[in-house]
């Protein structure tokens, strides 16, 4: 390059930064030799952040605005302050520019089915994916942990470790939730607030947030699915019986509409039909009928305590009672209890016990 190029590019910088791929997240002011002008314009636009390297160390960090980089306060030394390096300055700057607006529609999801512990079907293997954003919150940091000497670093080189950290806190707040897998689908809003919150502490580390994080579905193993599709379809039908004829309804439907099938459905439709007819007849009984109610259960025979001579003795059945009343230990005067009686009563005002008196004479007149 000549001396006279090279005074021209030296008296003529403007240093701005205009992104229109979408997924930059930092690029690199290319500038020859890396020497910045005293006096050079420095525009910073809304949504970005210009961070300013100096001799390979972070020196500041500029925010939207117009900068004129000429202060004695700012740490840039350009070629002409150093004519006696033959306008080769030993210094070395640079200047990369940090887009802070939020990259939207990232896509994540387990590789892997998670497995947690539901409170009604036991161990069970979930699935899930979602969408998030992101966006850079601390430029200096994320200039220092992630990026590096990166001069265009993109969204796709930071997103991969993000899901991961993603996926991880998914895997333990599902965990220890304690929600049903029949109740998180009415509760994805409030888990991807908390897997966000989760991983904020880890992503603060590098500078960055998560603004937004969605879980668009959370699904079981298609075994599982198929399993429990088929015990809502029997909840629906009520009736076991009903839901079988049903389902061989509609499989003598499939076989007779099948013309590949040929004899093969014929003789399986046959089958299916003398099933059903043969299962009907048996709930129908010989006439067409049903079958008669099954008898109730026998009564329960209660157990009586009676009152002698002021203790309590007993339990005893209704038969021993009248042995003892045709004995003359028990009388209609003697007080009898049993499990659900208010009280004691005397034998004669239980009609259960009354009858057991009947077969004696009354005592005698003045007895």
């Not at 003529?12 to 006096?39: L, N």
């Not at 259960?297 to 003795?313: F, L, S």
């Not at 008196?357 to 007895?367: E, K, Q």
Request: glycine residues 10%; charged residues 20%; negative net charge.
């Amino acid at each position: 390059m000549g001396i006279f190029d090279f005074l021209t590019g030296e008296f003529i910088d403007v240093i701005h930064w205009v992104d229109d791929t979408r997924d930059t997240m930092v690029w690199r002011f290319e500038r020859e030799g890396h020497a910045i002008k005293y006096g050079a314009k420095l525009t910073v636009r809304e949504g970005q952040s210009a961070v300013f390297v100096h001799e390979g160390q972070l020196a500041d960090v500029f925010t939207p605005g117009l900068y004129m980089l000429e202060t004695n306060n700012m740490p840039i030394l350009t070629t002409l302050n150093h004519w006696d390096h033959g306008f080769k300055s030993p210094f070395v700057s640079e200047i990369y520019f940090v887009n802070t607006t939020r990259f939207t529609d990232l896509k994540w999801g387990t590789k892997n089915p998670i497995i947690c512990r539901d409170p009604e079907f036991g161990p069970v293997r979930i699935r899930a994916f979602g969408t998030y954003a992101v966006r850079v919150t601390d430029p200096a940091k994320f200039m220092t942990e992630i990026v590096g000497t990166d001069g265009e670093f993109t969204m796709d080189e930071i997103s991969f470790q993000i899901r991961n950290v993603i996926v991880q806190e998914f895997s333990r707040v599902i965990a220890s939730s304690g929600i049903p897998v029949l109740d998180m689908a009415a509760n994805t809003s409030d888990l991807g607030k908390l897997v966000a919150t989760a991983i904020s502490p880890t992503l603060q580390e590098y500078g960055l947030t998560i603004p937004e994080l969605y879980i668009e579905n959370i699904s079981l193993p298609p075994a599982v699915e198929a399993a429990l599709d088929k015990r809502t379809s029997a909840g629906l039908a009520g009736d076991l019986g009903k839901f079988t004829q049903y389902s061989a309804a509609e499989a003598m439907t499939s076989a007779a509409s099948n013309p590949s099938g040929g004899g093969m459905a014929a003789g399986l439709g046959a089958g299916m039909g003398m099933a059903m007819a043969n299962q009907m007849s048996q709930q129908q009984g010989p006439w067409g009928s049903r079958p008669a109610a099954a008898p109730p259960p026998p009564p329960v025979e209660h157990v009586w305590h009676i009152v002698d001579a002021g203790e309590t003795r007993g339990p005893f059945s209704k038969a021993t009672l009248g042995r003892m009343a045709a004995e003359g230990s028990v009388t209609r005067d003697t007080y009898v209890w049993t499990a659900g009686q208010d009280g004691w009563l005397r034998a004669e005002d239980v009609q259960e016990l009354a009858q057991l008196f009947t077969v004696l004479p009354p005592p005698p007149p003045g007895a």
